[in-house]
């Protein structure tokens, strides 16, 4: 038994959450899967109530009785303090030593692309960010603050250890998908320091799997390469900075952030599904979010876990409800998020006749 927590959050996250509910729910139903949902009040709303965000039993009991969590976005204007999301999301990141940020950007339609020329080969990037170290942690100072001298310092920490499970994870996923290739992405000509750890560690990892191709690549430079010619790219694999930034490219690239998945994960202790929008007040409670970010996240979730049919069913719906225009506003739709997920729904099982219950 599988058992997953889903959060709904904050903004579009509760519009979102229930399609991606709705479409988990019926793909339980359709392939017969062995998986549990709860849904957990936590976000902005219950902060204003009751001033809490999460609370330790909370935390333990996501950590050691659920498998999984899916989360919608968090963030509300009401509450002028975001430290509340600070200490939901990065609590639960760090807590749960979540290191690997997977996001992959799979063009689902070339009319999606943002390119003049798309390439005929389509874009398939796998994207590994580091997710616990780099320079998020917050650790600095300020010195002389708010005078005309102030010195702020913001460090960036790279551990040998930090560095070597996230390279290797990107490897071990190139190699059980027989992808071509794991591009390292850094600025080691002007940050030598952690650039030479990346690099040695890279190159030694690289060693115990000689069937994938390596490369390695200046940010800058693949910035302007993933615009140029993304087919040329498979795996990525990067820091927490450069993969926030460069994910969001690849992102727009293959359909936009209403269309983007990720997944926070520490192999065989614990995951959590979002999408890479966030709660999008400006459109919260219009009906008109794209819940396809969340969709793809439980398709993610059902991979993961190792619900293959499912995943691909996931997959091969919602790209069809793309092709038929079952699309929201962001897409050129006029269809409501509500819709979109009824209709990813209704044809799940359509899509897999072979996997259908007799
Ligand atoms: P955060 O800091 O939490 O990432 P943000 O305001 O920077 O939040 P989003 O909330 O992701 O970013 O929204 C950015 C823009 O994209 C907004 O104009 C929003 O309406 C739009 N947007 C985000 N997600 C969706 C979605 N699922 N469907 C349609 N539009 C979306």
Not at 16 to 45: C, H, K, N, P, Y
Not at 197 to 218: C, G, H, I, K, S
Not at 241 to 248: K, Q
Request: overall charge negative; glycine content about 8%.
């Amino acid at each position: 038994m599988l058992r997953v927590a889903v959060i709904p959050g904050d903004g579009i996250g509760i519009e979102v959450s229930r399609e991606a509910t709705r479409v988990l729910e019926r793909a339980i139903t359709v392939f017969d899967l062995d998986i549990e949902l709860d849904q957990w009040d936590v976000g902005a709303e219950r902060f204003l109530r009751d001033g809490i965000t999460l609370t330790d039993a909370e935390f333990r009991t996501l950590a050691e009785d659920r498998d999984a969590i899916l989360l919608g976005a968090l963030g509300d204007p009401r509450v002028k303090d975001e430290s509340y999301v600070r200490d939901i999301l990065l609590g639960l990141r760090l807590k749960l030593d979540l290191y690997i940020n997977y996001r992959p950007c799979v063009l689902p339609d070339p009319s999606l692309c943002p390119l003049k020329d798309v390439p005929a080969e389509g874009i398939h990037l796998d994207i590994f960010r580091e997710n616990t170290e780099g320079i998020y942690l917050n650790l600095g100072g300020v010195f002389r603050e708010g005078m005309a001298d102030e010195v702020a310092i913001q460090e960036s920490v790279n551990t040998h250890r930090g560095v070597e499970r996230i390279v290797r994870a990107a490897f071990q996923f190139a190699a059980d998908r027989g992808r071509p290739s794991v591009t390292l992405v850094d600025k080691a000509n002007a940050m030598p320091i952690e650039g030479a750890l990346w690099r040695r560690v890279f190159d030694v990892v690289a060693q115990d799997y000689p069937e994938v191709a390596q490369n390695t690549m200046y940010v800058d430079a693949m910035a302007m390469d993933l615009v140029r010619r993304p087919e040329r790219y498979s795996v990525l694999v990067t820091s927490n900075l450069f993969g926030d930034i460069i994910s969001d490219l690849a992102a727009e690239l293959t359909g936009g952030l209403g269309l983007a998945p990720s997944a926070n994960i520490h192999p065989g202790r614990h995951a959590l599904f979002e999408p890479v929008h966030g709660s999008a007040p400006d459109i919260a409670g219009l009906g008109t979010a794209n819940p396809i970010g969340a969709i793809r996240c439980a398709g993610l979730l059902l991979e993961y876990f190792g619900f293959e049919a499912a995943a691909v069913a996931v997959e091969t719906t919602v790209a069809l409800s793309i092709r038929e225009g079952q699309t929201t506003a962001d897409l050129g739709g006029a269809r409501s998020t509500q819709q979109v997920g009824e209709w990813i729904c209704d044809n799940l099982d359509a899509t897999m006749p072979s996997t259908q219950p007799a």
